[in-house]
């Protein structure tokens, strides 16, 4: 068995690859096996890796089974006792693993950690996916030290320690095999967005541990697939934001929650329309919430095997505030700033 497999996922990334992936094998060859999963990319992705780096293995999917299940397949190929799951768009740094593993390897409490990730075009600044690592609030919204919403935090070392969090983004995720095969891997059916959320929320309520490790740190250049502004996207974060939700909190809190997210959902959807002049994204509101009310019934056996596996009630990663009414109506814009 490997000790660390680095598996980048990738459809129709070449360009990415041949920028990026050099630097990966730089950087972290010595302690590390490196794959490249490929979703049956159309461009010449797979033809390149053959021909400009023969180092790295290559594992060939049938069609584009998007992010969540695409790495599900992936992995299953792959016997080593940690996976990091990176994206074709990351710069990464020398020693950028060292700290990642020696901090896993003495903390076997600890299902999954991440770097301290920045911006590849800002590099003093967070990047808006994960930035130094991520939390929710009472209704859903994610949000992490170094970004919430829209702003985004110059790092200036505030949040250099490593700290335990609810969620790391997919971008640049270490977990260990034995972990992501106990809680069945990513939700394949949500395709894209929000299932690194998801998978990492459903370690937690069984008690494992999520951290930032900013020791380690990473560029990343973000929406390298599906730019922010994109309906798909929009469509996928709201129907999978809410399945995820449906799935995981808690019985007391569940209705109270669903309702407030009925009314903030729908303002969100006018809002797009009316100031940004959005229809796009407005229709991509209805629907993702469509979808979600359609398919919530093939989730009732996952809500109720992940309350069963719960062994915290109160997971402080899991704040009880609003972050809407926090950022917008008190005027709270950084992490530091928060409750």
Known sequence: MEKLAIVILNWNGEAM????????????????????????????????????????????????????????????????????????DVEVTPHWLTPLLKFMDAHPEAAICESKMLSVFHKDCFEYAGACGGFLDRYGYPFCRGRIFDTVER??????????????????????????????????RFFAHCE????????????????????????????????????????FNF???????????????????????????????????????NVGDFRAVYRGRKAFRRWRKDFEADRRAIQASRTEEDIKEHRRFSLLWQYYVKGKKTFSQLP
């Open 239 to 277: 129907r999978n934001n809410l399945t995820m939700l449906y799935k995981c909190l808690p019985d007391n809190e569940l209705r109270h929650v669903m309702r407030w997210r009925w009314f903030l959902d729908y303002l969100a959807a006018w809002e797009m329309l009316i100031l940004k002049r």
């Open 17 to 88: 690859l041949r920028q990026y992936l050099p630097n990966v094998l730089r950087y972290s060859r010595d302690e590390a096996t490196i794959y490249v999963a490929d979703n049956a990319s159309t461009d010449h992705s797979v033809e390149t890796l053959r021909r400009e780096f023969p180092e790295v293995k290559l594992i060939l999917l049938d069609k584009n089974w998007g992010f969540a299940e695409g790495y599900n397949l992936a992995l299953r190929q792959i016997e080593a006792e940690y996976y990091l799951l990176l994206n074709s």
């Open 196 to 235: 690194e959320i998801d998978l990492c929320w459903r370690l937690r309520i069984r008690g494992r541990r999520i951290f930032c490790i900013p020791e380690s740190t990473i560029y990343h250049v973000g929406g390298g697939t599906l730019p922010k502004s994109n309906p798909m996207k929009t469509f």
């Open 155 to 188: 790092d200036n070392g505030q949040y250099d320690e490593t700290t335990e969090v609810l969620w790391t983004a997919g971008a640049a995720l270490m977990i260990r095999s034995k972990d992501y095969w106990l809680v069945n891997g990513l939700d394949g």
